[in-house]
């Protein structure tokens, strides 16, 4: 489709990913395990679960992601190949420190992300680097309950400080912690903070109380604070920014008491966690979140100034799709990790997941008018069963249509006046799936030949949706 193209100059076009789903060498040259390494796989209707010890009959497909590890020059080769600008990774946080709270850094694990951002930047690619991608050294589960303890932050800072320190030449755009705002859901118990200590079973049921969830999010909010601070007042030229899980709620009926409930599902799954990290406070909403959950948040001396402190300078977040709330009966949808009822307007993917540009549109005017500094949408794709045909060639006019679309919805949020600077599609090449551990649900531009029972020969082949993208890219979102 042709259209205005009202993408500014420098526009950062990209992909996104993290270092757990597509990494692999979980155990090589001195990584430690993290918590993904203890999921196994599952599907769409069976859960993964988490195992304390790694069962030798189980499958874990983190263990071995797509090989990135060993790949990173071919894999950049064809992000560069699609014009990419920007390539959104993660520092695996255990090949760095691999128990969490050793007193040096592991040399290997450094030397490996310099060689990846030395590929990057030498194809004209800027990193755009996530500090914790649902991800912590398993380790720390074990001796601490993870964020539940305010020691992680400690730990934190001194992995954080020791990958500004090397990097910041190299990266200018850092992350602290991805989908922050997931541990106001109980999933984000396991992947994000990690308080499951001795806990086995199903993702995304652990029993977490939520007075654990939301002390811990309060470590993680002065962690990221204080490590905002650090790189803020050591390397001035680096650009912070914090990443939410976007949940776009609309009521189902004009019942005021519909309006009342989706306000109030924006503040706590949405603003609850960005109002701490852009505007340095607790919303005036925080207390009547706490006496709801039945929280009472343990906040020390001096917490709240360092929150003041740590404010971010850019606004990312992932946007998948839309939820309704209501007072009234819902319609179940069947998304893994999504939050509401169906919506009757709308289409799902086969995963569950309502599509919806507009929505995204709503979300960038949303998000800008409330606080007004600069935008990057670091995740926004769509999961779909991709079927290679007899020349292995994937056709994914799904895809192609689900891109050009967000891509208008951006063009026409930037028309109203949002300050958009970048947009990273979650998984550019296949990768595993967070929420359920599959290869099968395929987000890339680029096939990968790997499957859900190990077999594959890791192969890249560019789908059509690869040269859709090309096309976007080089014409700044005019064409494509
Ligand atoms: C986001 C995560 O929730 O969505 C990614 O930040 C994840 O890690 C992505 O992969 C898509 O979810 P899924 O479950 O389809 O992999």
Known sequence: ADRTAPFPDGF?????????????????????PSIDDHLTGGTHETPRQLTVTID???????????????????????????????????ISWSRIFPNGDDAEPNEAG????????????????????????????YALVEKYNGWASRELIGFFERYCRTVFDRYHDKVTYWLTFNEINSSVMPFGAVLSEGVVQGLEGPLGVMDVSAQVRFQALHH????????????????????????????????LTSDPADQLLCQQAMQKANWYCSDVQVRGAYGAYAERVWAEEGVQLHIE???????????????????????????????????????????????????????DPTGLRIA??????????????????????????????????????????????????????VDLIGYTWWGPIDLVSAGTGEMRKRYGFIYVDKHDDGSGTLERVPKDSYYAYKTIIESNGAEG
């Open 110 to 137: 450094l030397e490996f992300y310099d060689r990846v951002f030395d590929e990057l930047l030498a194809h004209g690619i800027e990193p755009l680097v996530t500090l914790s991608h649902y991800e912590i050294p």
């Open 220 to 251: 993680q909010f002065l962690a990221s604070a204080a490590v905002v601070k650090y790189a803020h007042e050591h390397y001035p030229e680096l650009k912070m920014g914090n990443m939410a899980l976007f949940l776009q709620y609309y009521p």
């Open 364 to 417: 960038l005017n949303e998000i800008y008018n409330r606080y007004g500094i600069p935008l990057m949408v670091v995740e926004n794709g769509m999961g779909a069963l991709d079927e290679p045909d007899e020349n292995g060639r994937v056709h994914d006019d799904y895809r192609i249509a689900y891109l050009q679309k967000h891509v208008a919805a951006m063009a026409a949020a930037i028309e109203d006046g």
């Open 301 to 355: 001396p001096g917490d709240l100034e360092l929150l003041e402190q740590g404010k971010v300078d850019f606004y990312t977040f992932s946007y998948y799709m839309s939820n309704v709330v209501s007072v009234h009966e819902l319609e179940e949808t069947s998304g893994n990790m999504s939050m509401g009822g169906k919506n009757p307007y709308l289409e799902s993917t086969d995963w569950g997941w309502q599509i």
């Open 56 to 90: 030798e009959d189980a499958w874990y497909p983190n263990h071995d992601g797509i090989d990135f590890y060993h790949r990173y020059a071919e894999d950049i080769e064809l992000f560069a190949g699609m014009g990419f600008k920007v390539f959104r990774m993660s």
């Open 12 to 32: 950062l076009w990209g992909g996104a990913t993290a270092a757990n789903q597509f990494e692999g060498a979980w155990d090589e040259d001195g990584r430690g």
